[in-house]
């Protein structure tokens, strides 16, 4: 079975540009969570979907960040424009629909965002 | 939200019990307790979850006192690829709030 797949490994770029981040869930995983790092600070939760549908995006920063989950299979999460303190990694999970007492979340390996 | 604390840094010996805590005082009472492990350029992966008492599985030992302020994570004789980051997590169903994560590392 595959796992949770992020797209891009890393990203480059500069001040002002945008950048798309792709999630790709495990498959029938309803749940979808989007999560970062920046440097020397703590994982920050994101938000939450389930299926396409938005139930908590408390954690996003401000406006220039926007995620979607069209359909409810893979997420983008879209940064524009860029500012220097986006850099960092940012973490995508899946889980299974919330059943009260089990909700292991399955991580991808992350993508590293750099902003110059 | 819950806010979540562990130490920064710990060092074993392989074959040690190694025991973690993570202090989460203001756990609300539908939040979980989760542990996860990381390693470099991977994203953390799920050891134990618990929301009482004590909990076992095939790799650790997770134990909740019964005001759930904190908790422990119990690894049981470590070997060197134990070598890791450790983090709790807290939360139930939506939001969940990370520790601040433990650099656990193990000599030979």
């Known amino acids: 079975e595959a796992g949770v797949t992020q797209f891009p490994s890393h990203s480059v770029i500069e001040k002002g540009q945008t950048v798309t981040l792709r999630c790709d869930p495990i498959s029938g995983h309803d749940n979808l969570y989007w999560y970062r790092r920046v440097m020397g600070k703590e994982i920050k939760f994101l938000l939450h979907?389930?299926?396409?549908?938005?139930?908590?995006e408390s954690g996003m920063p401000n406006n220039r960040f926007l995620a979607e989950r069209t359909g409810g299979t893979y997420s983008t999460l879209k940064v524009q424009p860029a500012e220097l303190e986006d850099s960092g990694v940012y973490f995508c999970a899946s889980s299974q629909l919330w059943e009260g007492s089990y909700n292991e979340q399955f991580f991808g390996p992350g993508t590293r965002l750099t902003v110059l | 939200l819950a806010k979540t604390t562990q130490p920064i840094s710990m060092d074993s010996y392989e074959g040690q019990e190694v025991n973690i805590t993570c202090s989460h005082n203001n756990i609300a009472t539908n939040d979980y307790i989760t542990w996860y492990q990381q390693f470099p350029s991977q994203g953390p992966r799920f050891i134990i979850q618990g929301y009482k008492t004590k909990v076992t599985n095939e790799v650790a030992s997770l134990f909740i006192p019964a005001d759930r302020k904190s908790s422990t994570l119990s690894l049981p004789r470590v070997s060197l690829s134990d070598t890791a980051v450790y983090y709790c997590l807290v939360g139930y169903g939506q939001n969940f709030v990370f520790g601040p994560g433990t650099r656990l590392s193990v000599l030979p």
């Open positions: 979907f389930v299926k396409e549908s938005k139930q908590d």
